[in-house]
C-alpha cells in the first residue's frame, strides 16, 4: 500500500492535509519533523512526503528546518505554505519577508505556464482562481532547477516547481475548502507526480482489523468502557466482530446524555449485536458529586474522576481482564506527540483510565483512523444510523450545556428542548445541514406569560454551527420557519422555559460549546 508522510511543522492544519490524502484514497500519517530522519522516511517506505505550514520564519535560526538531504532521495515532495518556503530554503532559493504585501484570507491566483513536466502540479486549474492565503513571508530567489507557477498581485511566486526532482511548493493553503481547485491540485502530486496508486479502502482496513485482533487476543478476555460515542460504539463494534464472546462491554450512564441515548446504547450492542454489555446507572453518585459546581473545568475533572472510579468498581465485580479496549482515533493520537503515544491520555473518550489499573495490554483498533474514517467502519459493520451519524458530543455530556450549577431537573429540562430542536431540523431536512446543533440551558432566568399567568423561568440558547474540521466555525444561517417552530415546541411543551434565543456567534472568537 503506497503512503505520504505529512510532516508537520507546527501548521494548524496538519490533521486536515492527512484527511485530503486520504479522502483521495492514498494512506497518510503524520509525524513531527524532528522525530523522523530522511533515512528513516526512507526504510519506512514513505512514498512521497508533504511540508505543512507553521507560524515561523525560515531565515530565523530558531525556527524548524529540516536536513537538504531529502531533497537528493528521490522521494517526491510537496510543500505548503511556511512547508513551501522551507522547501525553497532547503534548495538553495531565498525568503523574505512580504511587509505590507502579506496575504490573508481568499486571494486571486494567476497561473503560470513555464510548459512541460512543470505543469503538473497545476493541470486542470483556470488562468484565473481563489486561493486560500495566510502568510507573511514568501519565496524571494528560487532555487536552482525550480521554475515558477503561479503568481499573484502581491506575492511574486505562489507555486514553484522541479520537476526533475519532483519537488514543488505553494504558498497558499489547497487543504481548505476556501482554496477553489485545492482537491486538483493534491490530486495532480500525488497521481501526476509521486505516481501513487489509490489503494486505502475501509472494506481492505475492516477485513485486516479483524484478522489481526482475531489472532493477538485469542484467549484474552478483553474489557471496553463504552461510552456510547461514535469511537467507541465502532470499537466495540469491530472487536466483536473479532473476538465475539471475550468482549465485555461497561457502558457507564451518568445521566448526563441526551433523550434515550442511554437505552439507544443498550438496545445496539445488547439487543441488537448480543454483546456481554453491563450498564452501570449511575445518575445519582455523579449528581452528588456535582452538587453546587459551578465553575465548567471542575465540572470536567469531577466528571472524568467519577467515570474512572465507577468503571473501576465495575471491572472488579466481573472478574479480571486481561486487556483493555479504547477508542482512541488518530486525532488523538497525533495530540499526545504526532504518533509516538501508547499511554491512555485524559482526553481519550473514556474520561483518561489510570494507568495504575491492571491490564496487560490495550487494544486501539481505531488508532489509525480519522473521525470521518471511523464512520464509514461503523456503517459497515451494520451499526445504526442515530450511533455513527451521531452529533459531535462532549465527553462531560450535558453538563456543559447546562450553565452553572447541574440538577436532575435541569438536565431533564434541557434534554426535551435538546431534542425538540433536533427533532424540527431534522424534519425541515435543510439544503445543507449544519455540522452540529443543539440546545444550551442558561443560568438565565425571565419573565414570561402561560396561559395568561406569568410565569419566571429559563432561557434556552440553540446552536447551530457548520464547519469543516471544527478548527474553525461558522454559526449556521437556519430558516426562520425553522428557528420559529422549535421556539414555539420548547416554550409550549417544556414547563420551566420562557424564552429561546439564538446563538450567532462564530469560531472564533466563541467556541462551539458554551462551557
Known amino acids: 500500500m503506497d503512503k505520504v508522510l505529512v510532516l508537520d511543522f507546527g501548521g494548524q492544519y496538519d490533521q486536515l492535509i492527512a484527511r485530503r490524502v486520504r479522502e483521495l484514497g492514498v494512506y497518510s500519517e503524520i509525524k513531527a519533523y524532528s522525530s523522523i530522519s530522511p533515512e528513516e522516511i526512507a526504510a519506512c517506505g514513505y512514498n512521497a512526503v508533504i511540508f505543512t505550514g507553521g507560524p515561523n520564519s525560515v531565515y530565523l535560526e530558531t525556527s524548524p528546518h529540516y536536513d537538504p538531504s531529502l531533497l537528493g532521495m528521490g522521494i517526491p515532495v510537496l510543500g505548503i505554505c511556511y512547508g513551501d518556503q522551507l522547501l525553497c530554503w532547503m534548495a538553495g532559493g531565498t525568503v523574505e519577508s512580504a511587509g505590507v504585501s502579506s496575504e490573508y484570507g481568499k486571494t486571486e491566483l494567476v497561473t503560470d505556464h513555464p510548459g512541460g513536466e512543470a505543469e503538473a502540479l497545476l493541470a486542470g486549474v483556470p488562468d484565473i482562481s481563489t486561493v486560500w492565503m495566510s502568510h507573511t513571508d514568501h519565496v524571494g530567489a528560487l532555487p536552482p532547477g525550480f521554475v515558477n507557477l503561479a503568481h499573484t498581485s502581491s506575492c511574486p511566486s505562489a507555486a514553484m516547481g522541479d520537476p526533475s526532482r519532483k519537488l514543488y511548493g505553494v504558498q497558499f493553503h489547497p487543504e481548505v475548502t476556501h482554496t477553489e481547485y485545492g482537491k486538483n491540485i493534491l490530486s495532480n502530486f500525488l497521481f501526476r507526480i509521486a505516481e501513487l496508486k489509490a489503494d486505502w479502502r475501509m472494506d481492505d482496513f475492516i477485513e485486516s482489523s479483524i484478522e489481526k485482533y482475531r489472532r493477538e487476543l485469542k484467549g484474552k478476555k478483553v474489557l471496553l468502557a463504552l461510552s456510547g460515542g461514535v469511537d467507541s460504539s465502532v470499537c466495540a463494534a469491530l472487536l466483536s466482530k473479532a473476538i465475539g464472546s471475550d468482549l465485555t462491554c461497561v457502558f457507564v450512564d451518568h445521566g448526563l446524555l441526551r433523550k434515550d441515548e442511554g437505552d439507544l446504547v443498550e438496545d445496539t450492542f445488547k439487543d441488537r449485536f448480543g454483546m456481554n454489555f453491563i450498564r452501570i446507572n449511575a445518575e445519582d453518585r455523579f449528581l452528588s458529586k456535582l452538587k453546587g459546581v459551578t465553575e465548567p473545568e471542575k465540572k470536567r475533572k469531577i466528571i472524568g474522576e467519577e467515570f474512572i472510579r465507577t468503571f473501576e468498581d465495575a471491572s472488579d465485580s466481573i472478574g479480571q481482564a486481561e486487556v483493555l479496549a479504547q477508542g482512541t482515533i488518530y486525532p488523538d493520537v497525533i495530540e499526545s506527540g504526532k504518533g509516538d503515544s501508547s499511554v491512555i491520555k485524559s482526553h481519550h473518550n473514556v474520561g483518561g483510565l ?61 434534554r426535551e428542548a435538546d431534542a425538540i430542536f433536533r427533532e424540527e431540523l431534522e424534519k425541515a431536512g435543510p439544503e445543507k445541514s449544519p455540522s452540529q446543533y443543539f440546545a444550551v440551558l442558561t443560568d438565565l432566568r425571565s419573565v414570561g406569560v402561560k396561559g395568561d399567568a406569568r410565569t419566571y423561568g429559563y432561557t434556552v440558547a440553540l446552536r447551530a454551527v457548520t464547519t469543516d474540521d471544527f478548527m474553525t466555525a461558522e454559526w449556521t444561517r437556519l430558516p426562520y420557519e425553522v428557528l420559529e417552530k422549535a421556539s414555539l415546541r420548547i416554550t409550549n411543551e417544556v414547563n420551566d422555559i420562557t424564552r429561546v434565543v439564538y446563538d450567532i456567534t462564530s469560531k472564533p472568537p466563541a467556541t462551539v460549546e458554551w462551557e
Open 354 to 414: 489510570p494507568s495504575v489499573m491492571a491490564f496487560s495490554d490495550i487494544a486501539e483498533p481505531l488508532r489509525d483512523l480519522f473521525k470521518d474514517e471511523v464512520r464509514a467502519v461503523g456503517e459497515k459493520l451494520g451499526l445504526p444510523k442515530e450511533l455513527v451519524w451521531r452529533q459531535p458530543f462532549p465527553g462531560p455530556g450535558l453538563a456543559v450545556r447546562v450553565i452553572g450549577e447541574i440538577t436532575k431537573e435541569k438536565l431533564d429540562t434541557l
